[in-house]
């Protein structure tokens, strides 16, 4: 384990080769987990050929000693207070401790941060304290996490088996009557069972609150004819996975069949323009043009899917402004609906590994139910 | 309902009165609900005298239209698309739009930004496009939320409710062989059934695992003897809940008793000590010097406790370094714990409203199990 993560650090320093950076401090915690697998470090400090130091609030230093893979752990408390004699902690500021222990490294060159994730009263205190020259290195680490390795692809899959076992639990829930607040208990009750969390706050919605992309589960009881969108992701080891079905509660009307069919050619569509190379603007196009065929773009109001990993949304984005480019390895989304007010909505999301050529769609549940 | 957000609007205008300020940018969400009763602006546009604007994300237009209160909702996109016939959208920056709002509202003067929150990029992009003076008035708006208005007590209290009928069903659940996982489900099954969800990660550890202040549930199974600490908190209504039990497996030992009695002794020493005026430093330092009366202080290694409202940790904070002072109508939580590497740990948790003289103890779950 401690190699995969020692890989990760030396490939990152080879891509910042070019630029003669001699560190690299991360705030966002999700690039800490990547580089030494622990969640809640506040700073993460990479040194060629070093192993990580991991800065963490102090009641967070056992466990981060128990789950760090691959580095040293050291708690931060802002204020004076008694030790326990097994910690070891610095009392003072978060960025006085970095600058020392880069010191200590023999950090005179360049270091890089990640600069997207710091709040400008962070982003300042940084510069004052650390007396170095600072380089913004968010695109590396982004690109790096956006390819996936066979480790993170097990981790991925894993979360989708589960996901997948919630969905199937739910769809066995959706008699009327049923409220949305029930399935969703349902759903992450599965996830606990399986050792999973969930990866974002799901989404169970019945009827007119299917027009809502983000509904959040209340109260409302299923009724005969309602459009139901589920939308649901397990989080284990780490990483995500996200799946939404559309299924309706009886028999669908033609409306109902006509907009289902319309997002799921729309899906498709997306799906069968993916490969390696490909631009995420235009796999998104693929999926607005088939609505639009259909009369039914102006419902699609938002892009078409976002990359998976150890967060819920990370790189690359697909919608019509993005710049990416899809490659091999990456996992991403690809989920088109349409919604229409007081009405519901239908959104259909699978999850897919870009490979050379084409793609491998991850997520096996069936899309039709009626 | 309106009337609510209108006097909060009047209420933070005539706390920056002496600044001059003509108009306010809300970023954080949570601040944008307080005055709107919307949960996902990505600004929120507060003008004197005027109803508020809201930018959304395109996606949320619809759920926004149906949720804010007080304000006028204008969805966001950053990308070209058609527009649904029943949308208001903008196609273009965030920070632009914002800019025509407030020239349409003919501001002229001074801008507030509750700039804690924003990312360094964002903050950068903001002060490029306003071409007007701005200042920080984070201040301003963390001093209004800390004080609880006569709705929002009756919120947290119902919130409180749930999260205390989610404590006795754990406590029912406590048999040896049970797992973390299957309580943390049995909380959550809860919430959702009283139309709540989690106001945080819940918290269930046993044994070994209650050294961890923050542990996350798995599959560890119940054993004779083991500490069991439960964190848990429903959120309702847009307002949290937050309150920590400690449980036995079976018969305590004198030990177990020994550190249990001693944070409860703190926890009450330091709810003693609340009143409006008293400096949450020294309510800190009130369980902490109990705790050094018990040679167990160097154990306890987080603050004391937090204010809780619409987020679950905000103003004020209870620890050592804190600046802030305690002040009727502030809910707040007090949470001593003691915590021993390979043993386990104790925490018991409250939440207090303080009064003139003293505090009402909002939370009335029993704290004694042996």
Redesign the interface.
């Known amino acids: 384990m401690e190699k995969i993560f020692r890989k990760r650090i030396e490939s990152l320093f080879s891509k910042l080769a070019v630029e003669d950076i001699d560190a690299v401090v991360l705030t966002n915690p999700y690039n800490g987990f990547y580089f030494t697998g622990f969640d ?1 470090a506040v700073a993460t400090i990479l040194v060629r050929a070093a192993e990580p130091v991991l800065v963490v ?7 981060a000693k ?1 789950e760090t893979v691959y580095g040293e752990v050291i ?1 931060i408390s ?10 070891r902690v610095f009392i003072g500021k978060t960025w006085d401790l970095v600058n020392n222990i880069l010191s200590e490294y023999g950090v005179r060159g360049k270091v890089g941060v990640d ?7 962070e ?1 300042e205190k940084l510069v004052k304290t650390l007396s170095r020259e600072i380089t913004d290195i968010t695109k590396a680490v982004v690109s790096l996490r956006s390819i996936k390795s066979e480790e993170e692809l097990k981790a991925i899959r894993k979360a989708i088996r589960v996901a997948e076992e919630a969905m199937r639990r739910a769809s066995n829930c959706l008699e009327k009557g049923v409220t949305e ?2 399935v ?2 349902e759903i ?2 599965v996830f ?2 399986n ?1 999973a ?1 969930r990866s974002f ?1 799901t989404i169970v919605a019945f009827g007119e609150n299917a ?9 409302r009881e299923l009724k005969e004819g309602d459009l139901i969108i589920i939308d649901l992701g397990a989080k284990i080891y780490g990483y995500c996975s996200d799946i939404t079905r559309t299924f309706i509660c009886g028999k669908a009307s033609e409306k109902q069949l006509k907009i289902f069919n319309a997002v799921l050619e729309a899906q498709r569509t997306a799906i069968e323009s993916i490969r390696s190379g490909k631009k995420a603007a235009e796999v998104d196009k693929a999926a ?1 043009e088939t609505l ?1 065929q259909h009369g039914l ?6 892009g078409l899917g976002h990359g998976v990993g150890l967060e819920i949304h990370e790189s690359p984005t697909l ?3 993005s710049k990416d480019t899809l490659l091999s390895g990456m996992v991403v989304t690809v989920e088109p609906g349409v ?1 229409l ?1 007081r009405y519901g909505g239908v959104r259909i999301e699978d999850m897919v590994l870009v490979v050379e050529g084409g793609c491998e769609v991850l997520t096996s549940f069936e899309r039709l139910f009626f």
Chains 1, 2 share one sequence.
Do not use: M
């Not at 600069?115 to 009263?121: C, E, I, P, S, T």
């Not at 027009?211 to 109260?219: E, I, S, T």
């Open positions: 809640c609030p102090r009641l967070e230093y056992l466990r128990k708690g802002s204020y004076e207070a008694e030790i326990g004699p097994y910690e600069r997207a994730n710091l709040k400008v009263d982003h607040e029930e969703a208990s992450e009750r606990r069972l050792h969390d706050n027009a809502y992309p983000h509904a959040k589960p209340g109260d607005r639009k773009s102006a419902y699609f109001n938002h919608n019509p402004a919604y007010e």
